[in-house]
């Protein structure tokens, strides 16, 4: 009896140590404002690399107070549906008010932007550039990525003495295929299919050109040389 | 035959073959180097640039390199005013020793075509074809192109003290396209027209001896043959075959220009689906 009673003590000792270190430890990562998860984060790219985890840090949750000239000013609730219809284009935090915006990623809204020679090429992440939460609209006055500064505050980082002009370069540059970039950047658009047109042009005046001559100097009989120089060196 | 008999004609002087090798050394480093960037995600890619040393050597290489050919192409502009004949100038330049393009080009062009088809006897060439003097100028328009949107890239601060930053965006695509276009037109049209086609096969070495097969000339150009016999000029242009060690080394030369540029060509269309454009 008193074995079973000592037994009891020990694993009612050891509950309580246990729930006790659980208590003690620090809460789960998952609550924390690092991002915690390698695996639904970038995938294979975090693999790959391993120093996206570092930047990616989940938004503030306060109400900034945003203004909008001749829009709207003061206070923002957080609400879904009002975030479909905001401007964003100036505001202090540009993905307030979005929908689990706190567990989504980048690249689940901005999956053209990931494919660009910085990200692509120079293994950029989002943060390196567009820096930590909250990400100020690129038109907000105080942004980083306001034109204005641009250049001294993003682009200096890596590309040392850029000027204003500089970094007017279009990163996040639109396929310049698609029919939408007459739109959104002409000069581009006209570019590529002037030089799309030339290219074209060439292959499909030589292409088959090329390949009907090979065809028809594979079938022509072969001459006597020496009998039609010698007719030649007659004249 | 006696190796010392004249069985040839004089195509190219020394100084004309020399900016060919040089052109042709620099436009397939110029074709690796540059594949070897667009290609940067693929192991064909990454690997093509460890040759010159690695993703960033590659563009130190392909700048260097193409600011010779920019120059190159200077010193040869310079080199055509020395060789216009000036005293019949301007009828001079639309001769048939010209590589400007004349309208017996154009009619050479449908009935060369028309020949392929079997509806016509073969174009009676002159001492340049049609798509020689192609070949010719589109080195002049390919090299004015890249080079401009080239240096425009390799020194963007400067360049964008003159013109706004998404100027080297629209630099970038020109480049990209216009040096896809020549590398196609070359690892394709040109090898194939000037070294695989039956006429020529396996290498036309006339670019490599500086002279070419009287009896292939005669077949193909029996207008220039012509016009230099009944001018009595025949017999001061023909010249005898090289030397067997310099032949060799044009084989040689040629062969592995060609399988490089083939394997450029290859590389590329293959792991063309894994890159980001």
Known sequence: MKKKTAIRAVLFLCAALLVAGIMLLPPPAAAQDEVTSAIRRYKDREVSTGYYEEYEVKPRRESPFVEIPGVRRGIFRYSPAAAKVRIRTRLADSHQGIKFYDNRRCEECHIEQTRDLHTVRANLTCRQCHGGEPIASNAHYYSPMNPIRRHAYVCAKCHEGSSASYAGYVVHEPNPALASTFKNFPVLAVAFWVMVAIAVGTFVLFLPHTVLWGIRELFMKKENKTSESDSQDKD | ?277
Request: aromatic content about 16%; charged content about 15%.
């Open chain 2, 1 to 277: 035959m006696s190796p010392t008999a004249k069985t040839r004609i004089k195509r190219f002087t020394p100084l004309q073959r020399l900016f060919h090798l040089l052109l042709m050394l620099a436009f397939l480093t110029q074709s690796a180097t540059g594949l070897a960037r667009m290609y940067g995600q693929t192991p064909w890619g990454h690997n093509l640039g460890a040759l010159f040393g690695g993703y960033d050597a590659a563009r130190t290489v392909h700048i260097y390199v193409g600011i010779f050919m920019i120059s190159g192409m200077a010193v040869h502009a310079l080199y055509m005013l020395f060789k216009i004949n000036w005293r019949g100038f301007p009828g001079s330049l639309f001769g048939p020793d010209s590589l400007l393009p004349r309208p017996a080009d154009i009619k050479h062009f449908f009935q060369h075509i028309g020949w392929f088809l079997g509806f016509s006897q073969p174009p009676e060439f002159d001492r340049w074809g049609y798509w020689e003097k192609f070949d010719y100028w589109a080195v002049f328009w390919g090299i004015t192109i890249i080079g401009i949107t080239g240096l425009i890239m390799a020194f963007p601060y400067f360049s964008t003290r003159y013109m706004p930053g998404w100027g080297l965006n629209v630099a970038f695509w020109i480049h990209r396209i216009e040096a896809l276009l020549a590398m196609g037109h070359l690892f394709i049209i040109h090898f194939f027209i000037a070294h695989l086609r039956r006429h020529n096969f396996p290498m036309d070495h006339t670019m490599f001896e500086g002279s070419a097969d009287l009896e292939a000339a005669r077949h193909e150009r029996p207008a220039w043959i012509s016009r230099l016999r009944q001018g009595g000029e025949l017999d001061g242009v023909l010249v005898s075959e090289a030397m067997p060690l310099q032949r060799v080394l044009g084989y040689v030369f040629g062969f592995a220009a060609v399988a490089a540029g083939l394997f450029l060509l290859i590389g590329a269309l293959v792991n063309v689906r894994y890159i980001s454009w």
